[in-house]
């Protein structure tokens, strides 16, 4: 309702609000035609515009930024001040043009309000005239005044031709933004792949997440029931299931990306040693940089290469240059990236190929060595050469870090995978239906909708 207000009054002509001007500023709060009373009036006709346009420019900010700071333990204020504002700023420059273009040309609803003065005004409660008035005025009834009409009118001219540009070149750039990367992929390196009989065990089954009679609703719709799982240290676990199941849900829960929801409630309770991720006291800070998470689509921040690592570590305390360089260089290395980008580290990091971006995302992640790292379908929206690359890094993770992936792709969970949970929706809500080991779900399922899944009968 009230967004369709303010659209209702940015089109509004400016006649009327000449009228409510000189009704409720002239005469009911007693300003008299005044500089005031036009100011004023200008600034309730352009008010609505700025409204929407703002709004309008953080909207087109990819949401994606949002979660990845708070996945990443990044306050609010630091968000918003250091990453959406930037991002938002060629939709705020649009609405500011329109405003501005509007207001400055405004000649009917100063004629009710700012009168009409052939002198110079000496306070805001003097008359005052509007800008195309005061042209005419000296091109008509001014002595050599055309020159000065002239001028006038060629610099308002100009003024109103930037103003078009600049809206031009902020809606270009908040475009271009969206899709201005290097499409080239990288060759990956190809690992072993191990059947899975001849897999090596990953680790002594140590628990360290532990998930008891997990739920989740979205207002009053259930996204998934009564969860109980055990989480190995160390150890790749892949999530199954078609889509609709819970999965992403069931993640975001670890870290508590919920709570940015609006009327979402879990219940349960999920361990991770001895802290209870769900109790109010759980700084959520603390725990999103212990528990990383990457996303589906890559989104690494609007900004250079070397700054996408650095600004989570200097929100997070870092100070010492030589360390952070050296952590920089750490993590770029571990998702084997270092040597394609250690030249162009300032270069945007917008311009790096899709595979590229996902690596960074990931080396972002690990900058702030979390215990856990959260993958949402990493490779569905890359081609195969990234997805391998991807993969093999996923797999060199494995023993340094806890890692659990929601894919769809069985195949990718086959080869990766040391242990496989499978979610199924049943009554409309998403269920756990059976977790093992990745040999034992894939060769042995004990639960006949596992093996019809597995088995492509299903799904």
């Given at each position: 309702m009230?967004?369709?207000?303010?659209?209702?009054?940015?089109?509004?002509?400016?006649?009327?609000?000449?009228?409510?001007?000189?009704?409720?500023?002239?005469?009911?709060?007693?300003?008299?035609?005044?500089i005031l009373s036009g100011g004023l009036t200008l600034a309730c006709m352009v008010l609505p515009i700025l409204i929407r346009s703002t709004e309008e420019g953080f909207r087109a900010v990819p949401p994606n930024y949002r979660l990845s700071a708070a996945s990443l333990g990044l306050s609010r204020t630091t968000t918003l001040v250091h990453l959406l504002l930037p991002a938002a700023v060629p939709g705020l420059l649009v609405g500011l043009v329109l405003g501005v273009g509007r207001a400055i040309a405004e000649t009917a609803a100063l004629i009710f309000t700012s009168g009409y003065v052939d002198r110079m005004p000496e306070s805001l409660l003097d008359s005052g005239r509007a800008l195309s008035?005061?042209?005419?005025?000296?091109?008509?009834?001014?002595?050599?005044?055309?020159?000065?009409?002239?001028?006038?009118?060629?610099?308002?001219?100009?003024?109103?031709?930037?103003?078009?540009?600049?809206?031009?070149?902020?809606g270009w750039t908040l475009a271009a933004s969206e899709d201005c990367h290097d499409m080239r992929p990288s060759v990956p390196h190809i690992h072993p792949w191990f059947p899975l009989e001849e897999r090596p065990a990953c680790c002594v089954p140590k628990p360290l997440i532990d998930i008891e009679h997990l739920s989740l609703h979205y207002h009053q719709t259930p996204a998934f029931q009564d969860v109980t799982l055990s989480i190995n240290q160390g150890c790749i676990t892949a999530l199954v299931g078609p889509?609709?199941?819970?999965?992403?849900?069931?993640?975001?829960?670890?870290?508590?990306?919920?709570?940015?929801?609006?009327?979402?409630?879990?219940?349960?309770?999920?361990?991770?040693?001895?802290?209870?991720?769900l109790a109010p006291s759980t700084d959520v800070i603390q725990l999103r940089r212990r528990i990383g998470m990457i996303f589906q689509k890559p989104n690494p921040f609007p900004m250079s290469i070397r700054k996408n690592l650095e600004f989570p570590l200097r929100e997070h305390g870092a100070r010492d240059r030589a360390q952070i360089a050296r952590t920089i260089e750490t993590s770029l290395r571990d998702v084997g990236l270092w040597?394609?980008?250690?030249?162009?580290?300032?270069?945007?990091?917008?311009?790096?190929?899709?595979?590229?971006?996902?690596?960074?995302?990931?080396?972002?992640?690990?900058?702030?060595?979390?215990?856990?790292?959260?993958?949402?379908?990493?490779?569905?929206?890359?081609?195969?050469?990234?997805?391998?690359?991807?993969?093999?890094?996923?797999?060199?993770?494995?023993?340094?870090?806890?890692?659990?992936?929601?894919t769809h792709n069985l195949a990718q969970a086959r080869r990766i995978a040391d242990y496989t949970a499978f979610f199924w929706v049943h009554h409309g809500t998403g269920r756990l239906i059976e977790a093992g080991t990745a040999k034992q779900i894939f060769e042995a399922p004990c639960d006949p909708l596992t093996a019809a899944y597995i088995s492509g009968i299903r799904g």
């Open positions: 009230t967004r369709r207000s303010l659209d209702v009054l940015a089109g509004v002509p400016s006649i009327v609000f000449g009228l409510f001007g000189n009704a409720f500023f002239c005469k009911t709060l007693g300003l008299g035609f005044s008035i005061h042209i005419f005025d000296l091109s008509m009834n001014v002595s050599g005044g055309d020159a000065h009409a002239y001028a006038s009118g060629t610099g308002l001219g100009r003024l109103a031709a930037g103003n078009q540009w600049n809206g031009f070149v902020a889509s609709g199941c819970g999965k992403t849900s069931f993640l975001s829960c670890l870290n508590r990306l919920t709570d940015l929801i609006a009327d979402c409630h879990v219940s349960g309770r999920i361990m991770i040693e001895n802290l209870d991720v040597d394609e980008v250690k030249d162009r580290l300032d270069s945007p990091a917008l311009a790096l190929s899709g595979g590229q971006q996902q690596r960074l995302c990931i080396a972002r992640s690990l900058a702030l060595a979390p215990d856990v790292l959260l993958m949402d379908e990493p490779c569905s929206a890359l081609d195969p050469l990234s997805s391998g690359v991807v993969e093999d890094l996923i797999v060199d993770l494995r023993g340094r870090y806890t890692v659990l992936i929601v």
